[in-house]
């Protein structure tokens, strides 16, 4: 199975709002609804932001959102604070396993 | 608060078997609403599944590793494990084990801290 494509950076100003994308294929985001999103800062484990597309865990602020369409999913995040600024990673499920994305950095200019 | 914490070696021999505990605390691994998996993570790269399981024994594999790892559970210490032989230097990595809510390739919820291993002769 091949990784999902992210964009390698994104960034944006404290209140801005950014959007990552995540491509995959039609034997994987484009089929089903097991898309997840995880924010990894640096030296830290992942932590699971969005799952099944765009429900987000307890805990989690709404100003991340999730969204798919067709073979592309996005995680938006709006109103930009410094402590969001880490490493992204999409997730998806395929042909009985999972996939992940190559990882976008977010940067709080 | 349910915990996840890795044990094992940080060196490992090219050509031998990686091995890995996880241990749970703060909840039960026979828990009916949960699986519990490996992902990994080589040093200043991006994220790899490597499998899942179920408290009954069920197994999931990356089908790119499935020749070379064998998860298991011990509902009685409360812990999963990670076997992956024929190790090269590739398999450096930071190993994380996970709680994966609802099925075996669902969203992780829980993480543990990592552990490093270092593929070296």
């Known amino acids: 199975q091949s990784a999902l494509t992210q964009p390698p950076s994104v960034s944006g100003s404290p209140g801005q709002s950014v959007t990552i994308s995540c491509t995959g294929t039609s034997s994987d985001v484009g089929s089903y609804n097991r898309v997840s999103w995880y924010q990894q800062p640096p030296g830290t484990a992942p932590k699971l932001m969005i799952y099944?597309?765009?429900n987000r865990p307890s805990g989690v602020p709404d100003r991340f959102s999730g969204s798919k369409s067709g073979n592309t999913a996005s995680l938006t995040i709006s109103g930009l604070q410094a402590e969001d600024e880490a490493d992204y990673y999409c997730?998806?499920?395929?042909?009985?396993?999972?996939?992940f994305g190559t990882g976008t950095k977010v940067t709080v200019l | 608060q349910l915990q996840l914490q890795e044990s094992g070696p940080g060196l490992v021999k090219p050509s031998e078997t990686l091995s890995l505990t996880c241990t749970v605390s703060g909840g039960s691994i026979s828990s009916s609403s949960y699986y519990w998996g490996w992902i990994r993570q080589p040093p200043g790269k991006g994220l790899e599944w490597i499998g899942s399981i179920y408290y009954s024994g069920s197994t999931y594999y990356n089908p790119s590793l499935k020749s070379r790892v064998t998860i298991s559970v011990d509902t009685s210490k409360n812990q999963f494990s990670l076997k992956l032989s024929s190790v090269t230097a590739a398999d450096t990595a930071v190993y994380y084990c996970?709680?994966?809510?609802?099925?075996?390739?669902?969203?992780?919820?829980?993480w543990g801290k990592g552990t490093t291993v270092t593929v070296s002769s």
């Open positions: 996970a709680r994966l809510e609802g099925d075996p390739f669902g969203g992780v919820d829980v």
């Open positions: 997730s998806s499920y395929t042909s009985s396993s999972t996939s």
């Open positions: 099944e597309v765009s």
